[in-house]
């Protein structure tokens, strides 16, 4: 769990297979995709070989290809799970504290090595456009949550109408630059800046 | 030149060797960088051959090696002049309307398929820390350019003053992200939306 965020309940974050609902099958499954993750991060995509990730899952060989019998689609699972599972964004009532624990949760799994080993691996194999598509579906699922919490926080009347898409960019977009630039370190108070000068300029523009 | 730009002065920034001063080295060395900016992203960096730059700069070989002994400087200032060259930033005195004209030259570099392979070449070097460095220093420069725009502004009056580094992240961060998600196109519009609501932010929330 990242150090710097408030609320305890983004530790459910960490306990991922586990949680999960869903009996044996859905257990077997989520271990087998947690495992595809880290192999992909390992090895990247082309060196992803289903009896390594059975033996790294503990499971039977046959579970994985029963499952998934297309590789792109394991992938591509693998990914959006592993995405679902980085950002979680609390609705705790106060949009600001919300806003500002997301972007730090955020900015830990980008500078994390899974999420530096995916990128890696992808950009490394950019002819492959499932994978592409994957990755890009993954990135859309983790900030769809932002999106979620938006538009409720436009429902209440605590933001006037926004376009949840555009500003979930514009919030994370600067994190996505200071991690990879690595220039200067991203804190929570470079993060409550981002979100009190974006909250801010939404409400200044809003006839 | 980028069509949706207003300003016809940034037209200059297409003519590169030619309109730099200093006489024929001058001309020769910057041959000699935009040569390599394109094998680098043609082949990567492993692949450079100082033979193949001299014959596409039309230069002697020796000139290659007598101006740049060591190729990860050579590489260096290859990426420097081209970031120099990419995003030009005039002061025009309506801040705005730099910044859009900014943000949108920034948005179509990005998309230029030179960026993208320097990127791929570049992530897929990741052990070679003096290149890694060279990337870095080329984006810092780039960006350096809308910090100086950003102080001058600041020293008169046209905004209150701002952490020049952080704004420019925050500026140019969702362009970042709608370039390489490729999931909305990046208009004028959403330059200008961007533009808007960091200015009304910065001055909202400035005591």
């Known amino acids: 769990m ?3 965020v408030e609320t305890s309940e983004t ?3 960490g ?3 586990a949680a999960r609902p869903g009996g044996r099958n859905a ?3 989520s271990q087998i995709l947690a495992a595809t993750t880290e192999l992909v991060a390992r090895n990247g ?9 059975a033996e790294l899952a503990g499971v039977n060989k046959n579970s994985v290809y029963r499952n998934w019998p297309d590789r792109t689609e394991l992938v591509s699972d693998a990914l959006l799970q592993y995405a ?3 950002a979680p964004l609390h609705d705790t009532g106060n949009l600001r504290r919300d806003l500002v624990n997301f972007l730090i949760v955020f900015s830990e799994r980008l500078s994390s ?7 890696q691996a992808t950009i490394a194999a950019p002819g492959n456009t499932d994978l592409d598509k994957a990755v890009r579906a993954a990135y859309d699922r983790r900030l ?6 938006f538009d409720s926080a436009v429902e209440k009347g605590e933001i006037p109408p926004v376009d949840s898409y555009f500003v979930t960019e514009l919030l994370s977009g600067p994190v996505y630059l200071y991690i990879n630039r690595r220039r200067h370190p991203f804190t929570r108070e470079v993060a409550e800046k981002i979100v009190d000068i974006v909250l801010a300029g939404i409400h200044a523009t809003t006839p």
């Open 2 to 4: 990242p150090e710097n």
């Open 11 to 13: 530790a459910d974050a």
């Open 84 to 86: 679902e599972d980085s």
């Open 113 to 119: 090595s899974i999420d530096r080993a995916i990128l």
């Open 144 to 149: 769809a949550i932002a999106r979620r919490r």
């Open 45 to 53: 995509v082309a060196g992803l070989r289903y009896e390594e990730i």
């Open 15 to 17: 306990a991922r297979p």
């Open 27 to 29: 257990r077997v499954r």
